[in-house]
């Protein structure tokens, strides 16, 4: 699901989206609620994106549509001012590892999509709804659908999936001998498949584990953590756990990089990214605020720079033609880059004529700078390229 607007189809003090935030923050939620909840287009974008998987899942393992419902119902997703060509093959990707993953079992299985479960037993009042929901034999198949292109979202210990599965657990386990979980997050844009197994031991045990924490989060209880969950949370400008944090400089000192430790020039490096994300936060709330009228001391809404656009540009560039503009003046040829080419021809066509014959070839990119955590391959540079790289 997506990270916000698509997140919980209906809302939960404990989401399962915000697990990560509220289990390590966990006064966190209650100081949310005097935010109000905003969307963003690229959540619009990932809800419409679910809804045409949703519709595949169903015509393939749970209802007996026609074909002439299902176009009827696929081309009113089609008319959405977000809809893009590249959403029918991501969600079909979708689809095929979904139809891999079943076909690959001995028996027929359970399969359940867009499914409400109810995980109260384990968080107060919590619940969410899950993509699609499988049952094969005694493993308990939990499977997430993301269209984000941002970063690979794992599935490894994974608190939003395994709270879905303890909802699923609480409702299945009297029809079904579920042993064992296996959950999956799919992003296509992205061609991530993440996948964890459990033993369902280790899932109960886990959801003991977190009762605790759940509690406090619903109560509104506990000390402030700031870190990178912060990201998604709607107090993250003005929460002050995340303010003292960057305010208290003393020991972060303008000094010669060179002269600091590894360590050091770790930690710095950290505290500088992140301070980077919080003053943008905070600039983006002063700007809301200001717009609502609300004195921001030292600080005022301007307009920025405008943009020039033509009223119709067909009649713009007749009446240019008319009066003696050589047509020639008013465009540019630009080839398509490779990956808008891939977007336009679909990844089977694109890989079949252009890269299966060695038109087109992938160029390392240039190294860059990440946390320790970032799933890539380290890589080092030989003395000379690295100078060369300098």
């Known amino acids: 699901m997506t990270e916000i607007a ?25 100081l949310e609620e005097q935010f109000p909840s905003k969307s963003s287009v690229y959540a619009e974008e990932g809800t419409l994106a679910h809804e045409i998987a949703e519709l595949k899942l169903r015509k393939y393992f749970v209802e007996p549509i026609s074909t002439r419902t299902f176009n009827t119902r696929l081309n009113k997703f089609k008319k959405h001012e977000l809809f893009q060509e590249e959403m029918l093959a991501h969600t079909e990707a979708y689809l095929d590892y979904l139809k891999e993953l079943t076909m690959a079992l001995p028996s027929q299985p359970y399969v359940t999509v867009e499914k409400k479960l109810d995980y109260g037993a384990y968080a107060p009042e919590g619940f969410g709804t899950v993509d699609c929901l499988i049952i094969g034999g005694d493993t308990l198949f939990i499977t997430d659908f993301k269209y984000g292109k941002g970063v690979p979202v794992s599935a490894e210990d994974n608190p939003q999936m395994k709270l879905y599965a303890l909802g699923a657990f609480l409702e299945y386990s009297l029809l079904y001998p579920i042993k064992n979980i296996h959950l999956a997050i799919i992003q296509p844009r ?7 197994t459990l033993t369902l031991d280790e899932l109960l045990a886990w959801g003991e584990q977190i009762k605790p924490l759940a509690q406090k989060a619903f109560n509104g209880e506990g000390e402030f953590v700031p870190g990178e969950h912060c990201k998604f949370c709607r107090a993250k400008a003005v929460c002050s756990a995340r303010a003292n944090q ?10 010669d990089p060179r002269l600091l430790s590894q360590e050091e020039v770790g930690s710095a490096l950290e505290r500088a990214i992140a301070i980077d994300s919080w ?5 983006e709330y002063a700007l809301t605020e200001a717009l609502k009228g609300n004195e921001v001391p030292g600080w005022k809404a301007v307009e920025g720079r405008g943009a020039r656009t033509y009223v119709d540009i067909d009649k713009a560039f007749e ?7 050589d047509e020639a003046v008013l465009y540019d040829r630009v080839p398509l880059t490779a990956p808008k ?25 240039k190294p ?23």
Do not use: M
């Not at 089977?348 to 038109?359: A, C, N, R, T, V």
């Open 6 to 30: 698509h997140a919980e189809r209906s809302h939960a003090i404990l989401s399962a989206s915000a697990s990560h935030r509220w289990l390590t923050c966990t006064p966190s939620v209650r």
């Open 190 to 196: 992205l061609d991530s498949i993440s996948e964890f």
């Open 246 to 255: 960057y305010l208290a400089l003393d020991d972060f000192k303008q000094v």
């Open 279 to 283: 003053v943008k936060d905070l600039k």
């Open 319 to 325: 009446h240019l033609k008319a009066n003696g503009i």
């Open 341 to 365: 080419l891939e977007k336009e021809l679909g990844k089977k066509e694109y890989k079949s004529l252009l890269e299966d014959s060695g038109h087109v070839v992938k160029q390392p990119g």
């Open 368 to 390: 860059t700078l990440v946390p320790v955590k970032d799933k890539r391959k380290a890589v080092t540079l030989e003395p000379d390229a690295s100078e060369d790289f300098k």
